[in-house]
C-alpha cells in the first residue's frame, strides 16, 4: 500500500496521521509506504519536539517516506549522509523515516515515482535566516538538471510525480481556492515545474504546499486528505 498526504508541519499538522484519523495504518507493515508531500517538519530544531516525534514516528509500522518543502531545516537536512534506496538518493532519518531528494526517481511497488521538493517561502520577510529560513528550499539549477537528466534515462515517463509545489499552468486553478493569493509573489519554481511537464508522460502528478485539497484532472493537491494510490 502507498498513500500519499499533504504538508505536515511536525507537530502542527501531523495528526492527520494519528491512528484515529488514519485507521488503515494498522493494516500496514514496513513494506507500506506513507509519503508527506513537502514541509515535513521534523528535522527543524534540535530539541524535545524532535526527541518526541522522532521515538513516535519511527515505532510506526509503516515506512514514513518525506519530500522536503520550504519549512524544512535544511543545513541540518544538507548535512546527513546520502545512501541509494529502491533506486534513488535518500537521507535515512530512521530505520523507517526517509528523505526522497530533489530530482531522483524510486522505483517503489511496481511503479516509478519522481520527486522534486523544495518551493519559495512568500513569507520569508517575517523570518529570520538559518533560523526559521534557509535559501536552499529554493530548488537549484543542479536540482533541475538531474531531474532533466534522470527522466531522460526514463524516456521522460514514469507514473507517478510528487512535488510540493504545482507547475504554473495550475497556478489559475489554485487562485480559484485560496483568498491568499499573491499575484507578485516568486513564481520561478513554478514555471521550472511547468517545462518538465511540458515534455514528459505520467498518470498523475501530486503536490502540497498550498494547503488545499483538490482534484483537477490528473493533478492532485493535498493537505488533509491521507490518499492511497497503490
Not at 524510486?106 to 529560513?133: P, Q
Request: proline share 3%; hydrophobic share 40%; with cysteine.
Amino acid at each position: 500500500m502507498i498513500y500519499l498526504t499533504g504538508d505536515t508541519h511536525i507537530p502542527i499538522d501531523i495528526g492527520k496521521l494519528s491512528c484515529k484519523s488514519f485507521p488503515k495504518q494498522q493494516e500496514m507493515t514496513r513494506s507500506d509506504y506513507v509519503i508527506v508531500l513537502g514541509d515535513f517538519g521534523l528535522l527543524w530544531k534540535k530539541d524535545e519536539t524532535y526527541d518526541y516525534w522522532l521515538d513516535v514516528l519511527s515505532k510506526r509500522t509503516y515506512t514514513l517516506l518525506f519530500l522536503d518543502g520550504n519549512h524544512e531545516n535544511f543545513d541540518w537536512l544538507d548535512s546527513l549522509p546520502v545512501e541509494t534506496w529502491h533506486g534513488g538518493r535518500v537521507h535515512r532519518i530512521a530505520e523507517n523515516i526517509l528523505h526522497l531528494m530533489r530530482g531522483e526517481i524510486f522505483e517503489i511497488g511496481g511503479s516509478t515515482f519522481f520527486t522534486l521538493g523544495g518551493a519559495v517561502s512568500y513569507d520569508k520577510v517575517f523570518r529570520a535566516e538559518g533560523i526559521s529560513w534557509w535559501p536552499q528550499e529554493r530548488p537549484s539549477w543542479a536540482d533541475f538538471s538531474r531531474s532533466i537528466e534522470n527522466l531522460a534515462r526514463h524516456d521522460n515517463h514514469v507514473d507517478y510525480v510528487l512535488t510540493h509545489t504545482a507547475p504554473a499552468t495550475i497556478l489559475q486553478v489554485l487562485r480559484l481556492y485560496t483568498s491568499s493569493w499573491n499575484s507578485a509573489a516568486d513564481r520561478s519554481v513554478e514555471n521550472a515545474l511547468q517545462a518538465i511537464d511540458n515534455d514528459i508522460h505520467y498518470k498523475g502528478w501530486y503536490f502540497g504546499h498550498w494547503h488545499l485539497d483538490f482534484d483537477y484532472k490528473r493533478y492532485h493537491a493535498l493537505y488533509n486528505r491521507v490518499v492511497r494510490i497503490l
